[in-house]
């Protein structure tokens, strides 16, 4: 069935640092790829989003890039802040939209 | 003004009881969603539907009934409350299908 696998699990950087967290998806028929980020106790906020036609997308601290022929798309933060530590998850819509494990991201001050 | 509101935002009740929560967004949105996040952070869709009408329903017991009174609202019933059914349960609509979901704030159900 579809599936979205993400990794890491958890990331722990220096503030400053980048933070790089890839998804891949088993739907070849997925076109749409937003990014969620969730505070603490908090709902699940769109962060970025990327659709099929599009190879990268940045916003500020925040790209994503997506390769379609290896099913695979990825987070990319760039000078991490204390307040970007926070659950990161991938998703994937072909049918409906799948969520991948989420991955933990601390950053140290 | 919230976007899409849940209530209750807490819930604590016993094994064999039947809850309902409610959900209302107030986007204008055409589709509304169930998801539930367990212990381990793990989003899950439970049911969606557009415009009033189910259009996933995922293995889920038939216990958890949704009810779409209009397209604004999507209830969430569970009857026959069990401990694995301990979750957070985020309601979230979206235009349509295609476009981002915009997330409620989670109702925290815990059976003892």
């Known amino acids: 069935g579809e599936n979205v696998e993400q990794h890491p699990s958890t990331l722990s950087v220096q503030e400053g640092d980048s933070a790089v967290i890839k998804c891949t998806y088993s739907?070849?028929?997925?076109?749409?790829f937003p990014w969620y980020k969730q505070e603490l106790g908090k709902r699940p906020q769109l962060i970025i989003d990327i659709r099929s036609n599009v190879g990268e997308k940045k916003d500020q601290r925040i790209a994503v890039t997506l390769n379609k022929t290896a099913k695979h798309f990825s987070l990319h933060i760039t000078e991490t802040q204390p307040e970007d530590s926070a659950v990161y998850f991938c998703?994937?819509?072909?049918?409906?939209?799948?969520f991948g494990q989420g991955t933990e991201l601390s950053v140290k001050p | 003004d919230t976007a899409v509101s849940q209530t209750p935002k807490y819930l604590v009740t016993q094994m064999g009881n039947d809850k309902s929560i409610k959900c209302e967004q107030n986007?204008?949105?055409?589709?509304m969603y169930w998801y539930k996040q367990d212990s381990k952070k793990f989003l899950k869709i439970m049911f969606s539907y557009n415009n009033k009408e189910l259009i996933i329903n995922e293995t889920v017991p038939n216990r958890f009934s949704p009810k779409s009174p209009d397209k604004a609202h999507l209830n969430l019933h569970i009857n026959s409350l069990e401990l694995g059914d301990s979750a957070v349960y985020f309601c979230?609509?979206?235009?349509?299908?295609?476009?981002?979901?915009?997330f409620g704030d989670g109702t925290r159900l815990s059976i003892l």
């Open positions: 979230a609509s979206s235009r349509s299908e295609e476009q981002p979901q915009h």
């Open positions: 986007l204008g949105h055409d589709t």
């Open positions: 998703a994937a819509r072909g049918g409906k939209l799948i």
């Open positions: 739907d070849s028929a997925s076109n749409y």
